[in-house]
């Protein structure tokens, strides 16, 4: 895999686990009660997180397009219980995620979390 897709996967999961850190426990429980094997973000929710450095494209839906139209990052993603899917909303695209992998990324943040408190 080349650098810029490389870079468009860090930027995805660094948005992705901004918005888990802030809402990622009460989806996991939510999904744990309905008995859910996946849950679905609406890329609405995810734009909002995504804070883009300096000579990262403006627009996070350019980021979702291509992930998602990309052959080898959408299987890089779905081979990690992540799938970006295409909707008829006005927002396009929603990130489609594994329970397992929701809660293996609850952890990484929490070991996260511990290794900065250190």
């Given at each position: ?41 609406s890329a609405l929710g995810l734009y909002r997180y995504y804070k883009p ?50 809660r293996n990324l609850m952890d990484e943040l929490r070991n996260d979390e ?5």
């Amino acid at each position: 895999m080349n650098k810029d897709k490389i870079t468009l996967i860090e930027i995805f999961y660094r948005t992705l686990k901004h918005y888990l850190a802030r809402n990622g426990l009460k989806i996991l429980s939510l999904a744990r009660l309905a008995g859910q094997r996946y849950v679905r973000i609406s890329a609405l929710g995810l734009y909002r997180y995504y804070k883009p450095l300096p000579n990262e494209p403006k627009m996070f839906a350019e980021i979702l397009e291509k992930l998602h139209k990309d052959t080898e990052l959408s299987m890089y993603l779905g081979n990690s219980g992540i799938r970006i899917k295409e909707t008829p909303s006005k927002y396009k695209y929603e990130v489609v995620l594994s329970l397992e992998t929701l809660r293996n990324l609850m952890d990484e943040l929490r070991n996260d979390e511990r290794g900065s408190n250190d």
